[in-house]
């Protein structure tokens, strides 16, 4: 059991910000997958997922991702990772998943490269 | 002035009377433990008169049996060597054959020359005590029941996902290893070999994500599911194009589950068989040669089974010839947390691998089985296995 993860999600003028920090497991996927589900989004805007502070990421956290990208892709919105620990990246990339995700150093990228997307 | 003098005769009486009815009993005994002295409150506790044990009965007498002897070989003992000794549960015995679970706490007093003249000792009522700790036992032994109970579920279900013994393939070595890292949970691994037509055969190694009775569910539905996709069209890729709908069709949305595998085909020929390998976001194959050579039979870029409407799945084909052996593994042993966070990567199992020379499948199985217990509590992932080699011609061959 690990009890330091801890997962917020906070609206933003663009979207949504989730953050995800420690240790993303079977044991804590479903207090983040809860959170996920708090997540309110409309067409146009973007989910940012800030990793900045996760420590740990395995299947059962990458099923939380896959689950927010499906409630943003829902909602006609985008999604995008910010800073993705190493362990993360080289999961995703085992899994065939490199690429599918957007990612980004900084939730300020992010930002600018939502931003720079033309209206549909 | 007159209250106070009440008050201090109040005291002054009270210190005789304190030690009568105290709330726990009182007992000096002379160093040959015959009673000297008791309370009235342990009198009351035991149903005997005063008279029935001053100068008559030594303190162990009024133990039971198993009390005495431990009074004998643990307790005068101590006390004789320490001066004195406390808390010791002990059980006495009334007058009515009644037991009654007490503390006891002795000291020696000694006089003047320092030479040790009698024992004090004092009784505290247990009987709450124990029964609290009956209690505790009690559910400690429901929990350990239940606990025994819940492993023995998991040790059943997990048979159930996993083949009770891998069929004997013409001409091929096959082994096969499962460790569970939880005897509590059933894990996500799975793998499988059997026999398709025309002496063909299908076999699948694979990893769903989470754990537990859900991750369970998957698995089940995995395991069926390729193995049926498998007689109805053997292409490996097909095979899991077939799980993925499955598999999406059940889990979307914001529950979604998958799993990584690797399907493999194999179609004998005059030495050996063709093996296609379609890999679904799993990690690769090794193949070790006949040189003892190890490296990744790679199929790269395959995504995971079940998460996304439509994956892309690849495939590689290799002549498994003699002396070769194909290994396939789930990440319990590339992503083993060593020593903390420290990870065995797929390189490190290459490496391994390759330091064993020329192998078998089931050499190389129990070398790797060794490697996993070396690990010890660094596994916290289940781990599964697959080998498969050619023998060299003229060995093993019918």
Not at chain 1, 80 to 89: F, K, M, R, T, Y
Not at chain 2, 250 to 272: F, K, M, N, Q, W
């Amino acid at each position: 059991m690990n009890h330091d993860f801890t997962a917020a999600v906070k609206s933003t003028t663009t979207g949504a910000v989730l953050e995800f920090a420690g240790e993303l497991d079977a044991d804590t996927a479903p207090e983040a997958l809860e959170v996920v589900q708090r997540v309110k989004l409309t067409h146009g805007q973007q989910l940012v997922v800030n990793l900045a502070g996760l420590t740990f990421c395995d299947s059962s956290g990458i099923s939380t991702l896959i689950a927010a990208r499906n409630l943003a892709v829902a909602a006609a919105a985008g999604i995008a990772l910010v800073a993705v620990p190493q362990q993360l990246a080289r999961s995703l990339a085992l899994i065939g998943l490199n690429g599918f995700f957007p990612v980004f150093p900084t939730l300020e990228e992010a930002d600018e490269a939502w931003a720079a997307l033309p209206e549909d | 002035m007159c209250e106070a003098r009440d008050f201090a005769a109040l005291l002054e009486d009270s210190a005789e009377d304190l030690y009568d009815h105290a709330p726990c009993g009182y007992l000096s005994t002379l160093l040959d433990g015959v009673i000297v002295k008791v309370n009235a409150t342990l009198l009351g506790w035991l149903g005997y008169e005063r008279d029935d044990l001053v100068g008559k009965r030594r303190f162990a007498e009024l133990l039971t049996v198993g009390g005495r002897i431990y009074h004998e070989t643990h307790f005068a003992p101590l006390l004789r060597m320490q001066g004195e000794l406390g808390g010791v549960a002990l059980e006495l015995v009334g007058a009515d054959g009644s037991r009654l679970p007490v503390l006891v706490t002795s000291t020696v007093k000694t006089g003047a020359d320092g030479a040790a003249q009698l024992i004090r000792t004092t009784i505290f009522d247990a009987r709450d005590r124990r029964a609290y700790e009956q209690e505790l036992l009690h559910a400690r032994r429901e929990a350990d029941r239940e606990r025994d109970r819940v492993q023995r579920l998991t040790r059943t279900l997990q048979r159930s996902l996993l083949p009770s013994v891998l069929p004997e393939v013409p001409g091929m070595e096959v082994a096969a290893y499962y460790h569970p890292a939880s005897i509590d949970q059933v894990g996500g691994d799975f793998y499988d070999l059997f026999p398709l037509a025309g002496g063909t055969w299908g076999f699948f190694l694979g990893d769903v994500s989470g754990k537990g009775s859900e991750a369970a569910v998957v698995t089940s539905l995995t395991r069926y599911t390729l193995r049926a996709a498998a007689v109805y069209d053997p292409d490996p890729i097909a095979v899991l194009r077939h799980l993925n709908t499955v598999l999406n069709q059940e889990y979307h949305g914001t529950d979604p589950r998958y799993c990584t595998v690797i399907h493999g085909s194999l179609v004998p020929d005059a030495d050996g068989f063709t093996v296609t390998l379609a890999t679904g976001g799993h990690p690769p194959a090794l193949l070790i040669q006949a040189d003892g050579t190890a490296a990744f039979l790679d199929a790269p870029g395959g995504q995971l089974v079940g998460a996304l409407p439509d994956p892309r799945f690849t495939s590689v084909d290799h002549h498994l010839g003699p002396g070769e052996t194909l290994l396939l593994y789930t990440d319990g042993l590339t992503e083993a947390r060593v020593k903390g966070r420290t990870r065995h990567t797929e390189d490190q199992l290459r490496e391994f691998v390759g330091t064993l020379g020329p192998t078998t499948a089931p050499a190389l199985i129990s070398a790797l089985a060794g490697l996993l217990a070396g690990f010890g509590d660094g596994v916290d992932d289940d781990t599964a296995l697959l080998a498969l080699s050619i023998p060299h011609a003229g060995v093993d061959r019918p």
